[in-house]
Nanobody, 126 residues
Framework: QVQLVQSGGGMVQAGGSLRLSCAAS????????MGWFRQAPGKVREFVAS????????YYADSVKGRFTISRDNAKNTAYLQMNSLKPEDTAVYYC???????????????????WGQGTQVTVSS
């Protein structure tokens, strides 16, 4: 079992930045690819970004490409999502996720995930 505990988030004006963190415990962190998803009110949960177990490759949704950066620190058992140039349409509850390292990070966008974080609210005001 893997526990994912998220931190960060909050409220920011459009054009601002936020960083989300996702601390993992319970199993070897490097056994898992990591990802971020988000769910806006009244909408389905959507993929944001994913990263391989080593951090060597990343994959992004078109809507955040060039603005968001996913990263991880295996020594700290933590994944991050740096969000820059935030827009009001980025407002959502953000969830981190872990998937077995054999799962291609492009496949994570379909929701193939083993564990979820608790979610954290990000609100971008115009």
């Amino acid at each position: 079992q893997v526990q994912l505990v998220q931190s960060g988030g909050g409220m920011v004006q459009a054009g601002g930045s936020l960083r989300l963190s996702c601390a993992a415990s319970g199993r070897t962190f490097s056994d898992y690819a990591m990802g971020w998803f988000r769910q806006a009110p009244g909408k389905v949960r959507e993929f944001v970004a994913s990263i391989t177990w080593s951090g060597g490759s990343t994959y992004y949704a078109d809507s955040v490409k060039g603005r968001f950066t996913i990263s991880r620190d295996n020594a700290k058992n933590t994944a991050y999502l740096q969000m820059n140039s935030l827009k009001p349409e980025d407002t959502a509850v953000y969830y981190c996720a872990a998937a077995g390292r054999r799962i291609p990070i492009e496949v994570m966008q379909t929701g193939v995930v083993n564990y979820w974080g608790q979610g954290t609210q990000v609100t971008v005001s115009s």
